[in-house]
C-alpha cells in the first residue's frame, strides 16, 4: 500500500471515532483533535492534515484543528534493563 492511501485510511479511522465520540457524547461540534504519534507509526502529519481537510467538510468535525504530538521511540535493553532512545537504526543501548 503507497504512503498516500496509508495516510486516507488513517485519517478516515481518526475520523469515525471522533465523530462517534462526539456522537455518544451529544456533541454538536468538535472543535479540536490531539492526536499522539509514536516515532515508528509512519504516519506523516502532513499528509493526515491533506485529508482530515477534505474528510472533515460536512460533519461535526468541520471546523476542528488536528494537534500532532510525536512520542520518540522507547526501548528496554535485555541485558542491562536501561531504557534508551535509539539513534537512527542503532538498536543497541
Given at each position: 500500500m503507497d504512503n498516500?492511501?496509508?495516510?486516507?485510511?488513517?485519517?478516515?479511522?481518526i475520523l469515525d471515532i471522533v465523530l462517534n465520540e462526539a456522537k455518544t457524547a451529544q456533541a454538536s461540534k468538535v472543535t479540536k483533535i490531539?492526536?499522539?504519534?509514536?516515532?515508528?507509526?509512519?504516519?506523516v502529519s502532513d499528509c493526515v492534515l491533506f485529508y482530515f481537510d477534505f474528510?472533515?467538510?460536512?460533519?461535526?468535525?468541520?471546523?476542528?484543528?488536528?494537534?500532532f504530538r510525536l512520542v520518540p521511540v522507547e526501548l528496554r535493553c535485555r541485558d542491562c534493563q536501561t531504557n534508551f532512545n535509539p539513534k537512527d537504526s542503532a538498536w543497541i543501548c
Open positions: 498516500t492511501v496509508h495516510e486516507l485510511a488513517i485519517t478516515q479511522n490531539s492526536l499522539v504519534i509514536g516515532e515508528l507509526s509512519g504516519a474528510l472533515k467538510k460536512g460533519n461535526a468535525a468541520e471546523e476542528a484543528t488536528i494537534d
